[in-house]
């Protein structure tokens, strides 16, 4: 995958982030307590897997040992910290040549196994796990009565891509 595309992923996973978080923050918090405490573990657990694999592309130790932290973020915390871990993202795959993308990486997992991977493939991962995970959020707010941003890539390039 070329660094173009990679990057307008990251900024469609940049929008869809903080238009989720937008759409959580509608949500009751006494109407809905358990159901908007998941939601908000859901975001927090994609920020997490998006540190753990920034700090895997940059060589450092993330500190992280589960895929989830014990304290639930405010959903004020979540719109600061995604959008500022998705703009490291966005900064360092435009600085990144195409041999870059495509070196591998070894890292240690969470649970203690070891792995390697591309940096292309770190990307992909990371953008694919997030999607996953924000369906599930999606259909949770839906539960609540909430309107679920569209997270499609469709209506990101035709609204939002300048």
């Not at 959580?24 to 307590?33: F, H, L, M, Q, W």
């Given at each position: ?65 589960a895929?989830n ?39 240690s ?54």
């Amino acid at each position: 995958m070329d660094k173009n595309t990679l990057v307008t992923l990251l900024k469609f996973k940049r929008w869809i982030d903080a238009e989720t978080l937008k759409a959580v923050k509608g949500i009751s918090e006494s109407a809905y307590a358990e159901k908007r405490h998941l939601m908000l573990r859901l975001m927090n657990h994609i920020h997490v897997v998006d540190m753990i694999f920034r700090a895997n592309i940059s060589g450092q130790q993330h500190g992280y040992t589960a895929l989830n932290t014990p304290e639930t973020p405010s959903v004020e915390e979540l719109e600061v910290k995604m959008d500022d871990c998705t703009n490291w993202y966005i900064q360092r795959v435009s600085s990144m040549a195409p041999a870059d993308l495509g070196e591998t990486i070894k890292f240690s997992f969470v649970d203690g196994g070891e792995g390697e991977m591309t940096a292309t493939d770190m990307l992909n991962h990371m953008l694919f796990h997030g999607t996953y995970h924000r369906g599930a959020v999606g259909w949770l707010i839906s539960e609540c009565g909430g309107v679920p941003p569209k997270d499609v890539l469709t209506v990101f390039l035709r609204d939002h891509h300048h």
